[in-house]
């Protein structure tokens, strides 16, 4: 089911994705609308699943995982059981950041972050040792260009938003 938003709703999103901490009377401001209405619709959104969560970025970096790397995984089967099977198994390893499953060369990009290579080269034995993994390729990061952890939402944002 497609959720219609207006020009209220995108400001919402753009503003609750910057500070997710706000107070709503502080969001009701911002919007230009007053604070009941306003936590209804905030409340609407998150019903429709259109806001997930809230959440804190921490800086992984200064608890230590110093390390941050890309594993690509082969597998030697992408039949449905067996990709379900290695989601679910990526879903237990606690190092991985995020993963995609991909169409291609790789069946899975999973980003991880460890406090050095040592942990890292130890956990990529621990996926290659995994049921139906074909191949692990590894990369590891050198500088993160970019981390925007937001939805551009300028695209999607009606004319006179």
Request: hydrophobic share 45%; charged share 25%.
């Amino acid at each position: 089911m497609t959720v219609r938003l207006d020009a209220v709703d995108w400001k919402i999103l753009d503003e609750l994705q910057r500070d997710g901490r706000m107070t709503n009377v502080e969001l009701s401001r911002r919007v230009g609308i007053s604070a009941p209405p306003c936590l209804r619709r905030v409340r609407a959104l998150e019903e429709a699943g259109i806001i997930e969560g809230y959440r804190a970025l921490l800086d992984e970096k200064r608890l230590g995982y110093d390390l941050m790397a890309f594993a690509m995984v082969h597998l030697i089967s992408q039949a449905e059981t067996d990709l379900a099977a290695f989601q679910d198994r990526i879903a237990q390893w606690p190092l991985v950041r995020s993963a995609w499953m991909l169409s291609g060369d790789v069946d899975f990009l999973m980003l991880c972050v460890t406090p050095d290579l040592r942990t890292f080269q130890t956990f990529v034995l621990d996926i290659t040792a995994a049921p139906n993994v074909r191949n692990v390729k590894t990369a590891l990061t050198l500088k993160q260009s970019k981390n925007a952890p937001v939805v551009p939402l300028e695209a999607g944002l009606p004319k006179g938003a």
